[in-house]
Each structure stands twice: as structure tokens, then as C-alpha cells.
């Protein structure tokens, strides 16, 4: 009898307009040790939104996308319900990120915390890159100017 495994570690994300990083920054989270990705895209105009379905499809259901177009600003709201439904789901561990953060946690350092039974605070080191704002279109690695 074989047994299904229930994935313990998400993340999850609002983006808009972040189509020079978006795969720059789940690739990272997957290798960080993520499981899931839930991505929230926000409106994006550049091509985003595809290429995180592009994505999506490649990763076997890794990468989880959906779009809404809001004319208001209602990160926490979609946030809060992505990480509920990732907690129906099973999963543990949640980090939620923003397209510009890239927390600085080890594969060791994920299942570490997965593993702990209390609820917790977890404090790490993460980077911000904000590109110049003479940018006037998204180019790869442009978030490293």
C-alpha cells in the first residue's frame, strides 16, 4: 500500500510587473527548499503572469499561479488567503515574500523549521534589490543594477 506524501513547505507571493525576476525568484525559493510556490499575480502587464504559467505547467504542481486585476491595493488580503488555503492544504511551513526579497535560508534551514512542533516567530536575513528608477524596462538581471 503506498502512501501519499504531504508536502509541508510553501511559499507564497504577490507580484506585479516583475517578469525580468519572477523565475529568477521561484527558482530560488525552490531550491531554498520550498515544496510549493503560490503566486498571486497582481495585474502585470510586462508578460509576467505568462511566463509564471509557463512555469506553473513545468513544474508538476510546484508552482501555483492566479491573477487578479485590482484597481486597489489588497496585498494583505490575497496573502492572508493564499496562506489559508496553503494551511487547508497541510502545509507547515509558509513564507511569504515580496518579488523584490530573497530570504537567506538553507535547504537544512527549512526542514529545521518544519519540523519544530510550536507555532513560532521565525526571524531570518533576507535581501532587498531595488533596480534604479531610470529603468525603463525590464531586462534579466536587471535587478542587479
Not at 49 to 75: I, T
Not at 79 to 106: Q, V
Request: proline share 5%.
Amino acid at each position: 500500500m503506498a502512501f501519499a506524501v504531504i508536502p509541508k513547505t510553501a511559499g507564497v507571493c504577490v507580484m506585479r510587473d516583475a517578469s525580468d525576476i519572477a523565475l529568477i525568484l521561484c527558482g530560488h525559493y525552490l531550491r531554498m527548499g520550498l515544496e510549493r510556490l503560490h503566486i498571486i499575480d497582481d495585474g502585470s502587464t510586462d508578460g509576467t503572469f505568462e511566463k509564471l504559467e509557463q512555469l506553473a505547467h513545468r513544474s508538476r504542481g510546484r508552482v501555483r499561479v492566479e491573477r487578479h486585476v485590482l484597481n486597489e491595493y489588497r496585498q494583505p488580503e490575497l496573502i492572508s488567503a493564499a496562506a489559508n488555503t496553503l494551511i487547508g492544504e497541510g502545509f507547515r511551513l509558509i513564507l511569504p515574500f515580496d518579488s523584490d526579497e530573497f530570504w537567506a535560508l538553507s535547504p537544512t534551514d527549512v526542514a529545521t523549521m518544519v519540523d519544530q512542533r510550536e507555532p513560532r516567530i521565525i526571524g531570518a536575513r533576507w535581501s532587498n534589490f531595488v533596480q534604479r528608477r531610470n529603468r525603463r524596462h525590464p531586462t534579466p538581471f536587471g535587478f542587479l543594477g
